[in-house]
């Protein structure tokens, strides 16, 4: 069985700045990591390799420090890390970045299954999963909480929808968005990470895509591009007061306009 | 923390490891804390080889990582952030297996360092009634009877003394009538039917590591159970002491981060007079007196670290690093107690427990008084 | 010749519009007024029809019906396969969905397959004097607000409930209602039955309602239970309820237990002492409910409930069903 898992580097979220007036990230202002989401991601295909037998192969796209992240996946019984970094991807926007990885995954041959987080911490879009299992043509199982059960060609699990959480059953090739409640990833042993720090990490470059087009890669394939960035002002506490009979109501109310109740 | 020039990526890699159990250690700690309950702490022990911190700084082929005393001391200044209790226990598995890596033989080392760093939980025992800094009153004797070496006495206050596999102790080997008395230093198995434990301690603090009292009737071992040279016990005993105290200090510098952490997060959102507490300059003064203590104790201990790594003489580094962090963790843990006040007198916080286990690491691996015994004899050398 | 019609996606869940809709109507409405161009809608379900009406009245000019039993249930591919068809026939510029599980779901593959432009998340949409649209999305979790455009046509948007307003219902207004062919997909995904909904963990939960010592007895939680599943949230309790064993530790919000920042944190008979202060006050919108005013947790409130909790949970609980 090949599992593949997708993952994604990102700054600290709580430190990160941007560059003044730009719209790059500042990369000294704060640590990267990998991506939480894609973690939970690792941490399911660690259980099925223990579980099932697999060769687990972790995918990042990135600059070259995203090794790192193929080495947090090494350091989790991952068996192979290959990084996409070439500046011919950068600039990338969701569009090109799954074409990317789509390619890279083609390279890769026969796979049963794809594992991603829902989303990543700094783009927020969640688009990446859905539009590689576009482009792959494979089944999507998107907003995945549980993964019930795997065998050799199928996985049982629990999917999150508008219309709530629902038991579904879906056979492989298919590729699986995992949301925060998948499971809770573990830590890592010692030797484990050292380990992981003297593994090879393969690297990828457009050359090593040449069945592509590589006119849709990085900025080049992008439809869509930040104009700029904007902090948000800091959040002053409204302080409003509701006493008296209609209070409920008028709470009630108050948080529906704002967008937090139930759709 | 700002960039240190000891740490390299691989000490970072074990920080957060580290960082992760004690994480999870946080979780148990008050509970140990308040029902003495070492099994948690003999549990953490476990996890902990489990996660390969147990030997660190222990060459592989005994087991270890092959990495190195900064290693080791960066995991131990997290775990103490996470449990004291388990901190204060992981620190003397590390010194009996530093008695065992100093002065043992290859097939000792094999023989213990390698379980040890699997989760074989060891002790050490210098300390009696009649002998605690005063290490050469040990009255623990072993004598030579035939094959056997028979060994007799009380060893008290011993960290670990009740769920180890096996003591490290030191017992006196010269005749009683003789001028200059000469030590050695013997691993006993747990289950030696001569090694009775009598009692674990109730403290003031660290309440979760058992401090044990046990006894030694007739204990027989055989020659195989001497470490390191006959007659060299207490040297051997010394040179384990020494680094065992800069981990002494070095859970004192962890503590004294989660004391200021409390401090800090409890004086922004306690209002009187109007405003945040910590909007009075007075206290700002204190964090700022609280953060300069962190700062000096890590560079002390993280120094005294690097000397024993690259071999060179530590023996003053090691306690003045040792004195000024444990003495400043109480200072800390103090002042913490009074930014919080009433509530951090209460169990609702945890400053009264970290206040509660800072005392005793300046009295464990040598007391204060002894730390500036040693500094003063160093500076004003024979005179 | 490019037109700017706005194509809407309606999500609808057993023949119930999704309220998104009619905000996505209300923005496409404002489009098209401006720039002269229509706006359409595509809905897809089973047992539909009657739907469509609701969206002439809330402004579309168009409804295409994609009405068969082969879509009773959301299924991402079968969804998109009809969607691009339409797409490409009727060239819109703009595709909104709602950023809802359906639509984030959708509209990626929609993206990928027309090689097209996609924004997610967005909070406001705002045309531009080119005839493009600026949108507005928060990036790196709320920290950074960012300004997106996109050049492909179509170009394809999710947008956040509650972001935009619908517009007024107007019954008169005339629209037309066309049925559409539906191509047939079978769905790779066996639906199995109803999920058992996973209880969230209280620092994932984008919604906690914690309790406090305005909580009387233990028995009690069962309320504050029922006001976070009105929410879709989870329960959470101060120190001394977990200490005096009410709740395990696990629900414990607070500097010694969990440090929680979801969208929505309810206080109920809460005072806010400082170390549960320290665990919440990051969190999105805090309500307070306390029959004490003088507490601690509406200092930093950006709702504060002067009443007695056993009156006014409960009350919340019913408005909430509807």
Redesign the interface.
């Known amino acids: 069985m090949h599992i593949i898992v997708l993952a994604k580097q990102v700054p600290d979220i709580e430190k990160v700045k941007f560059l003044a007036g730009s719209n790059r990230v500042d990369r000294k202002s704060a640590d990267a990591e990998i991506n939480p989401f894609d973690l939970n991601a690792v941490e399911a295909a660690q259980q099925m390799k223990a579980n099932l037998g697999a060769t687990v192969t972790v995918l990042s796209m990135g600059p070259a420090s995203a090794e790192a992240v193929l080495r947090e996946a090494i350091a989790r019984d991952a068996d192979r890390g290959i990084l996409l970094t070439d500046d011919a991807f950068a600039g990338a926007d969701t569009l090109a970045t799954a074409y990317t990885l789509a390619a890279a995954i083609r390279k890769l041959g026969a796979f049963d299954l794809i594992l991603c987080g829902e989303k990543t911490v700094d783009g927020d879009t969640g688009q990446i999963g859905p539009a590689v299992a576009e482009r792959l043509g494979i089944t999507l199982l998107p907003f995945v909480s549980q993964i019930t059960e795997a065998t050799a060609d199928k996985i049982v699990a629990v999917i999150e929808t508008s219309a709530g959480s629902l038991n579904v059953e879906a056979a492989f090739p298919l590729l699986i968005t995992g949301t925060k409640e998948l499971n809770t990833p573990r830590l890592p042993t010692l030797k484990d990470k050292l380990r992981a720090r003297k593994a090879e990490v393969e690297k990828w470059t457009a050359a090593d895509l040449s069945d592509a087009d590589a006119s849709k890669f990085g900025a080049a394939g992008s439809p869509t591009w930040v104009e700029s960035i904007t902090v948000p002002p800091e959040k002053k506490r409204k302080g409003e007061v509701l006493k008296g009979e209609g209070s409920a109501n008028q709470l009630v109310a108050a948080l529906d306009k704002a967008g937090l109740l139930k759709g | 923390m700002g960039k240190f020039p000891y740490f390299t990526?691989?000490h970072e890699?074990?920080r957060?490891?580290a960082r992760?159990?004690a994480e999870?250690f946080k979780?148990t700690a008050?509970e140990a804390d308040k029902n003495h309950d070492y099994k948690i702490v003999h549990k953490n022990l476990k996890r902990l080889a489990?996660?390969?911190?147990i030997g660190?700084h222990v060459p592989t082929e005994y087991g270890g990582?092959g990495l190195d005393l900064v290693g080791h001391f960066v995991a131990l200044e997290e775990i103490a952030k996470g449990c004291l209790s388990t901190a204060f226990s992981y620190n003397t598995q590390r010194l009996a297996m530093d008695a065992i890596r100093l002065g043992g033989t290859d097939a000792q080392k094999k023989k213990y360092l390698i379980p040890a760093c699997a989760g074989s939980i060891i002790s050490f025992a210098t300390t009696e009634p009649e002998a605690g800094s005063d290490v050469a009153a040990i009255k623990t004797t072993a004598v030579k009877n035939g094959e056997k070496w028979v060994i007799n006495g009380t060893k008290h206050y011993i960290t670990n003394g009740v769920f180890a596999d096996w003591h490290v102790l030191v017992a006196k080997t010269s005749p009683a009538d003789s001028q200059r008395p000469e030590f050695t230093a013997f691993v006993v198995n747990g289950d030696n039917p001569g090694v009775k434990i009598s009692k674990v301690e109730n403290k003031m603090g660290a309440t979760a590591s058992p401090t044990t009292e046990y006894f030694l009737e007739n204990c027989r071992v055989g020659d195989d159970a001497v470490l390191g040279a006959v007659g060299g016990g207490m040297s051997l005993a010394l040179s384990a002491l020494e680094i065992a105290r800069i981990g002494i200090g070095t859970q004192g510098l962890g503590l004294m981060q989660v004391a200021l952490e409390?401090a800090i997060?409890?004086g922004?959102?306690?209002?009187q007079f109007g405003k945040p507490i910590l909007k009075n300059q007075a206290l700002q003064f204190h964090i700022a007196n609280m953060s300069s203590r962190v700062e000096i104790a890590r560079n002390l201990l993280f120094h005294a670290a690097w000397l024993k790594d690259q071999g060179l003489p530590a023996g003053k580094e090691a306690a003045i690093a040792k004195l000024f962090a444990t003495e400043e963790c109480t200072w800390v843990c103090n002042m913490a107690m009074n930014i919080l006040c009433g509530?951090g007198y209460t169990t609702?916080?945890?400053v009264e427990r970290f206040f509660r286990d800072a005392k005793v690491l300046e009295m464990g691996g040598g007391t204060s008084e002894i730390m500036r015994m040693i500094i003063s004899r160093e500076e004003l050398g024979k005179f | 010749m490019q037109n700017k019609d706005v194509l809407i996606y309606v999500e609808q869940e057993g023949g119930r519009v999704h309220p998104i809709a009619f905000e996505l109507l209300g923005k496409g409405r404002e489009l098209a007024d401006k720039t002269g161009s229509r706006v359409c809608c595509a809905l897809l379900g089973s047992g539909i029809y009657d739907a469509a009406k609701e969206l002439v009245a809330y402004g579309a000019d168009v409804v295409y019906v994609f009405d068969d039993a082969s879509l009773a249930t959301f299924d991402s591919l079968a969804h998109k396969q009809n969607l691009v068809t339409l797409i490409n026939e009727i060239k819109p510029a703009f595709v909104l969905f709602g950023a809802t599980f359906t639509g984030k779901a959708l509209s990626p593959r929609v993206a990928a397959t027309l090689e097209a432009g996609l924004n997610s998340n967005c909070t406001a949409l705002e045309l531009q004097s080119d005839g493009s649209l600026l949108q507005a999305r928060p990036a790196f979790t709320g920290n950074f607000l960012a300004h997106v455009k996109t050049k492909s046509v179509p170009a394809l948007m999710t947008v956040r409930y509650r972001a935009l307003e619908a517009g007024a219902r107007n019954d008169s207004r005339k629209g037309e209602i066309i049925k559409r062919d539906v191509q047939k997909v079978a769905s790779a995904i066996k639906v199995l039955g109803k999920g058992a909904a996973k209880e969230a963990s209280i620092a994932a939960a984008d919604v906690v309602v914690c309790a406090g010592r305005g909580l009387k007895k233990a028995d009690d939680f069962a309320m504050v239970k029922r006001l976070a599943d009105a929410l879709g949230g989870v329960v959470g309790a101060t120190r001394p309820l977990v200490d005096d064993g009410w709740i395990s530790k696990d629900h414990q919000v607070g500097f010694s237990g969990t440090i929680v920042k979801p969208k929505l944190y309810v206080g109920v008979g809460v005072s806010g002492s400082p170390q549960h202060l320290a665990g919440m006050r990051e969190s999105g919108t805090i309500v307070a409910i306390n029959s004490d005013p003088s507490v601690a947790l509406f200092r930093i409130a950006d709702y504060s409930v002067v009443g007695d909790i056993y009156e006014i949970v409960p009350q919340m609980i019913e408005l909430l069903k509807k």
């Open positions: 990526e691989e890699a074990v957060e490891i992760g159990a999870e979780k008050a489990e996660l390969n911190l660190i990582e409390q997060v409890y922004k959102e306690r209002v509530p609702d916080y945890p």
